[in-house]
C-alpha cells in the first residue's frame, strides 16, 4: 500500500533552515508529482511547492526564494528546504503523492490522494 513518511521537522530561530524528506513507497514514485503543503493552526491546509515527475518545480508565492523542492527517484524520496524561516512558516508540513500518473501542474490539496503524517516545522526566539 501507498505510504508516506515526513521527517526533518523541529523548532527553528527565525532566519534558520531545516530540511524536510519525505519517504515514499508502495507506488511507482517516479512516474508522479509529488507536493508539499502546510497547515498552521486554525488555518487552511496550502499549497507550499510541488515537482513533477519531469522534475519541474512550483512554489507557493509565500515561500519562493525561500524554499527549494527536489526529488532523488532512486531513493523514492521528496525533499523540502526550508530556509529564512519565519513565525509565519510555523506549521505541520505534509507531503503528498498526485493522484494522476504522469501529470503536470497539481497545486490543489484535491489533486492528491495519499498523505503523510506531517511533520512539526515551529519558528520562534
Do not use: H
Amino acid at each position: 500500500q501507498v505510504q508516506l513518511v515526513e521527517s526533518g521537522g523541529g523548532l527553528v530561530q527565525p532566519g534558520g533552515s531545516l530540511k524536510l524528506s519525505c519517504a515514499a513507497s508502495g507506488f511507482t514514485f517516479g512516474r508522479y508529482t509529488m507536493g508539499w503543503f502546510r497547515q498552521a493552526p486554525g488555518k487552511e491546509r496550502e499549497f507550499v511547492a510541488r515537482i513533477t515527475w519531469a522534475y519541474i518545480k512550483a512554489y507557493a508565492d509565500s515561500v519562493k526564494g525561500r524554499f527549494t523542492v527536489s526529488r532523488d527517484n532512486a531513493k523514492n524520496t521528496v525533499y523540502l528546504e526550508v530556509n529564512s524561516l519565519t513565525p509565519e512558516d510555523t506549521a505541520v508540513y505534509y507531503c503528498a503523492k498526485d493522484r494522476v500518473l504522469d501529470r503536470f501542474g497539481a497545486v490543489r490539496a484535491s489533486d492528491y490522494d495519499y498523505w503523510g503524517q506531517g511533520t512539526q516545522v515551529t519558528v520562534s526566539s
